[in-house]
Every structure is written in structure tokens, then in C-alpha cells.
């Protein structure tokens, strides 16, 4: 089985603090995502990276920034936390065989807020 | 520009009858679609896919149609029992973009009444 663990579930942080959200994949997958879910507003894509140290901006980027020095790890940073980023933060995985863009697995998600 | 639309939020469906979600797309290169069911607190979970070259998939309980002249797509859970209780969300993407991306919906949450 696909595991995605992140690093927290739950997390309190300060506005103008600078947050980090690890995730992490055991698959070898390539790909790797991190959106954030809001009320109304679905599964919105932040950034995105199919191999090490690439990345690539996704629906909303603004705000955030992200590494990749390990394939296995995608790390998602909030440079200065605003109440606006209170949000539940997924990150999720998918392997490339081919073109075909392949199922995503996804972690349990960190639900983070922002006072 | 929401490219992949869920227009009913909320579905409530008898036990052991059938539950219908649909989905709408308006990008004409989308060719591949998923299907997730998501509990609260916790990761959506995979469901189902379709791509483009079929109009039906069928995987037990779960039926998932495609009609690419009407851009929409449809999940059948038949039957529907009270542990399918969840948010369900569609999602789309273009293969040929070589991005591996995914566009999700807004998702529609079901309650299924015991």
C-alpha cells in the first residue's frame, strides 16, 4: 500500500510566522502535490513537482514556496503566515508511467490554523 | 474559471438505493477523470478512474459514466450504504500536457440515511 504521511495533523501558528509542512511518500513515486481544501472551494493546486528539485506553480502559488532534495520528501513553506492560509493542507503522490497522469494517493492532511 | 464543476453541494440518498454524482468540465482536452470519496479529517481516498477512450467503468458498488459530447461524467453507487457517507470530488486532466495534473470540483457531500 501507498503510504503519504505529513508531519503534523493539527497546527497552530502566528501570523507573520514562517510555517513548514513536510510530506513524505514511500512508493518512489515522482510526482508529488500539495493543495489546500477549502469550504466551497475544493482541492485547489498550490505547487507540484514530478522530480527532485523541480517545481512547478499551481492554481495558487502566491504565498507559498516549496523544496524538493529528495525524491521521497516535498517540503511545502509558508514564507510569512497570514490568517488567509488557514486551511487544510493536503499533500499527495502519484507515480509516471508513461504519459498517463495515474491516480494521486494522498496524505491524512494537517489542518492548520493561523492567529 | 472553474473547469471542473460540481453543481449539487449536498446529496441525501436512501440506504440500498442508487446515488448519482455528477460533474461538469468544460475543457475539451481533458482524457482523464477520477473519482475520490474524503471522510472528514482524514485524505481523500481513490475511487474509480475513467479515460476518455471508454464511456463506462465499473469496479463492484461503483459505476463511474463518461459522455464526452456533453463534457460531464457521472459516479453510480449502487447500493448505497451508510459508510458511503463522505464528500465525493471529480477531477480532470489533460494527458497530453505532461503534467500529471489534476483539477479537482468543489466535491458533493453524500449522506446516506439508514
Known amino acids: 500500500d501507498v503510504k503519504v504521511t505529513q508531519s503534523s495533523r493539527y497546527l497552530v501558528k502566528r501570523t507573520g510566522e514562517k510555517v513548514f509542512l513536510e510530506c513524505v511518500q514511500d512508493?518512489?513515486?515522482?510526482?508529488m502535490f500539495w493543495y489546500r481544501q477549502d469550504p466551497g472551494l475544493g482541492l485547489r493546486l498550490i505547487y507540484f513537482s514530478y522530480d527532485v528539485k523541480m517545481k512547478e506553480k499551481g492554481d495558487i502559488p502566491e504565498g507559498y514556496s516549496v523544496s524538493r532534495e529528495k525524491k521521497e520528501r516535498f517540503s511545502l513553506i509558508l514564507e510569512s503566515a497570514s490568517t488567509n492560509q488557514t486551511s487544510m493542507y493536503l499533500c499527495a503522490s502519484s507515480v509516471t508511467l508513461g504519459w498517463a497522469p495515474y491516480e494521486q494517493y494522498f496524505g491524512p492532511g494537517t489542518r492548520l490554523t493561523v492567529t | 474559471d472553474q473547469q471542473v464543476k460540481q453543481n449539487s453541494p449536498s446529496l441525501s440518498v436512501q440506504e440500498g438505493r442508487i446515488s448519482i454524482l455528477n460533474c461538469d468540465y468544460t475543457n475539451s482536452m481533458f482524457d482523464y477523470f477520477l473519482w475520490y470519496k474524503k471522510y472528514p479529517a482524514e485524505g481523500p481516498t481513490f475511487l474509480i478512474s475513467?479515460?476518455?477512450?471508454?464511456d463506462k467503468n465499473e469496479d463492484g458498488r461503483f459505476t463511474v459514466f463518461l459522455n464526452k459530447s456533453a463534457k460531464h461524467l457521472s459516479l453510480h453507487i449502487v447500493p448505497s450504504q451508510p459508510g458511503d457517507s463522505a464528500v465525493y470530488f471529480c477531477?480532470?486532466?489533460?494527458?497530453?500536457?505532461?503534467?500529471?495534473?489534476?483539477?479537482f470540483g468543489t466535491g458533493t457531500r453524500l449522506k446516506v440515511l439508514a
Open positions: 475513467i479515460s476518455s477512450i471508454k
Open positions: 477531477a480532470a486532466s489533460d494527458g497530453t500536457s505532461g503534467t500529471y495534473k489534476y483539477i
Open positions: 512508493m518512489d513515486h515522482e510526482n
